[in-house]
């Protein structure tokens, strides 16, 4: 069964969400899904909902807005897993879909962040949603160009005394390619607490971001 809810906001690509060539940026992307999904689950009189962590995003882009663009976000449910919900976000113009964005948010417990049982409020989208399966990106060893540095400010912390998801997403904007991405899938393997390094292959098609060796966050792009 698909979402029987689905959340509408509207609003305006600003300069501070642009890059040089005045296209949306991808961590504004994560930007405008997190901040839709927070306002959809306020709707719902839920608050925050509980705590919850990314653990994968796929990104669709078939165009990406521009500067001063009047866009509409419309969020729901694509589906439960135990302990996981697909939050969708679809990112409009004139009521035709530019970009979709699909991610896995895992449910953790408050006290343990461990991963619990979602909430009862989910089944608000609909009391027979699909299940979901869980998916992983594979990096293999590919011919990466060498690590760079990349330093974690104080600002990039969010409530949950980690770095948020959209911050990281700021690496995959050292892309020279970046506004060419057409499908971009993420994993985030653990939060990130520390300064971090970074590295794309020498196709820009595969990102890893790691944290005392370990890789965090790993990306795969295909671009048009």
Not at 36 to 43: A, C, L, T, V
Not at 105 to 132: A, M, Q
Not at 155 to 161: G, T
Request: charged share 30%; hydrophobic share 35%; net charge neutral.
């Amino acid at each position: 069964m698909n979402s029987k809810r689905k959340f509408r906001e509207k609003r305006k690509i600003l300069l501070c969400d642009v890059r040089r060539n005045r296209t949306l940026r991808i961590d504004a992307i994560f930007n405008y899904a997190q901040d839709i999904g927070r306002s959809d689950s306020y709707d719902l009189g839920v608050g925050e909902g509980g705590v919850w962590f990314a653990r994968h995003t796929i990104i669709e882009i078939e165009k990406l807005p521009e500067l001063n663009d009047e866009i509409e976000l419309v969020t729901y449910c694509g589906g439960v897993s135990k302990v996981s919900a697909l939050r969708i976000v679809e990112i409009t113009k004139n009521g035709h879909c530019l970009i979709k964005v699909k991610t896995e948010w895992v449910h953790l417990d408050h006290l343990s962040f461990r991963p619990s049982l979602i909430p009862k409020w989910i089944y608000t989208y609909g009391e027979n949603l699909k299940s979901i399966v869980r998916k992983y990106i594979k990096i293999q060893d590919e011919d990466f160009l060498p690590l760079k540095e990349w330093q974690i400010r104080e600002a990039d912390f969010d409530m949950n005394n980690h770095v948020n998801n959209a911050r990281l997403a700021e690496v995959i904007e050292t892309n020279p390619r970046a506004f060419e991405i057409k499908n971009l899938e993420c994993q985030f393997q653990r939060p990130c607490e520390k300064n971090i390094s970074y590295a794309w292959n020498a196709k820009y098609t595969s990102l890893k971001i790691l944290s005392d060796s370990e890789v965090i966050f790993s990306a795969k792009v295909e671009y048009e």
